[in-house]
């Protein structure tokens, strides 16, 4: 059972921030800073390189157009972007996901 699978088939309650055919935003359960976003494929991938090219560059037009959104509503002074694959570099969802994470101060996150 994954848990973003069940968030995308709505059988888990999640705050959307975005939407379409191929892509989820949500805000994250445990936010690091205000704003924090999490973005998905709606097919279930296990990491980056599994994800399929056309997938991916639409789910990276995601990320660049939420995070110039998010950036512009929160007044986040920067922004940092960030992917883990493997739970050796951080990964405890295995489904394919970028984080959006707003900055405020440079110690507001240990990213
Ligand atoms: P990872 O460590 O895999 O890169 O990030 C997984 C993220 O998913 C974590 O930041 C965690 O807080 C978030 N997360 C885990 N379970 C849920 C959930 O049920 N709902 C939401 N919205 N976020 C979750
Ligand atoms: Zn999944």
């Known amino acids: 059972m994954c848990v973003?699978?069940?968030i995308i088939n709505h059988e888990i309650p999640?705050?959307?921030?975005?939407e379409d055919?191929?892509?989820l935003a949500i805000l994250d359960i445990s936010q690091?800073?205000?704003?924090?976003t999490l973005v998905?494929?709606?097919k279930h991938v296990d990491n980056l390189m599994e994800c399929?090219?056309?997938t991916a560059a639409h789910l990276i037009q995601v990320v660049k157009r939420l995070a110039k959104?998010?950036?512009e509503r929160t007044g986040a002074l920067g922004i940092n972007i960030l992917n883990n694959n493997g739970e050796t570099a951080g990964q405890t969802?295995?489904?394919l996901h970028f984080h959006i994470i707003p900055r405020y101060s440079e110690n507001d996150a240990f990213v």
């Open 14 to 18: 999640s705050k959307v921030v975005y």
């Open 93 to 95: 969802v295995n489904h």
């Open 40 to 42: 998905m494929p709606k």
């Open 4 to 6: 973003f699978c069940s």
């Open 32 to 36: 690091v800073t205000k704003g924090h």
């Open 21 to 23: 055919d191929l892509v």
């Open 52 to 54: 399929d090219d056309e």
């Open 69 to 71: 959104q998010i950036q």
